[in-house]
């Protein structure tokens, strides 16, 4: 699976939107996307996914730049409880492992 | 749906004590999977299995053993326990449509295990 680059932290304004960056330069054809989030303590979630195009559910919007190489999570009003570490990952649809970077830790300041 | 459920929450062992994680789920799902996390660092998959009977080892198996019995539970055993394995470990479920790249793996709330 390709490897991923994102920042170490980032820090957003509640109500504001957050976006996190993701570098996924080496990406296959047929690697997806995968954003998911770890709250303090607690077991990762998931976020969003997308192949090629741009994904919209009810937590955030997936943004995937035209050459994939690089794609952005949105949190289109950060709160609080946003506060989290959000792990990109890419990953071929026939390996069903996941494998987790270092991740970006956001924070939503009050 | 419990989702995906692990016990015990905190476990305390002596070196070279054995116990056993265990992990259920109740969504019918296929695909089980142990990961572990250390202090500041992302997870790590120990053990991962495809179906009943069949499991496959990750990125830092040794020391662990699991099995398969039913599509419900994948227990993870620690044979002989070290310092080094002082870590969270979550467990994680996933169903078919993995394979297809369009579905999601659901953790569980984690085992916090120190060894001393």
């Known amino acids: 699976d390709a490897k991923t680059t994102q920042p170490t932290s980032m820090d957003c304004a509640e109500g504001r939107a957050a976006n996190l960056p993701c570098n996924h330069s080496?990406?296959?054809?047929?690697?997806?996307v995968y954003w998911y989030r770890q709250i303090h303590s607690q077991g990762p979630q998931y976020i969003i996914h997308g192949l090629k195009n741009n994904e919209t559910n009810e937590m955030a919007s997936l943004i995937i730049t035209e050459d994939r190489k690089s794609s952005t999570l949105i949190l289109p009003h950060a709160t609080l409880r946003d506060t989290a570490v959000y792990y990109c990952?890419?990953?071929?649809?026939?390996?069903?492992?996941?494998?987790f970077g270092k991740g970006t830790l956001l924070t939503v300041n009050p | 749906n419990a989702g995906v459920t692990q016990t015990p929450k905190f476990q305390v062992l002596k070196t070279g004590q054995s116990m056993t994680l265990q992990c259920a789920q109740d969504m019918n799902h296929e695909y089980m999977s142990w990961y572990r996390q250390d202090p500041g660092m992302g997870l790590r998959l120990i053990h991962y299995?495809?179906?009943?009977?069949?499991?496959d080892q990750g990125e830092v198996p040794n020391g662990y053993n699991v099995s398969r019995s039913t599509t419900e539970d994948f227990p993870l055993r620690l044979l002989s326990a070290a310092p080094s394995q002082t870590s969270v470990y979550f467990c994680?479920?996933?169903?078919?449509?993995?394979?297809?790249?369009?579905?999601?793996?659901?953790f569980g709330p984690g085992t916090r295990l120190t060894v001393l």
């Open positions: 299995s495809v179906g009943a009977g069949i499991t």
């Open positions: 990952i890419v990953r071929v649809g026939s390996n069903y492992k996941l494998t």
């Open positions: 080496t990406i296959s054809g047929n690697e997806y």
């Open positions: 994680a479920s996933t169903s078919g449509g993995w394979a297809s790249g369009g579905d999601t793996q659901y």
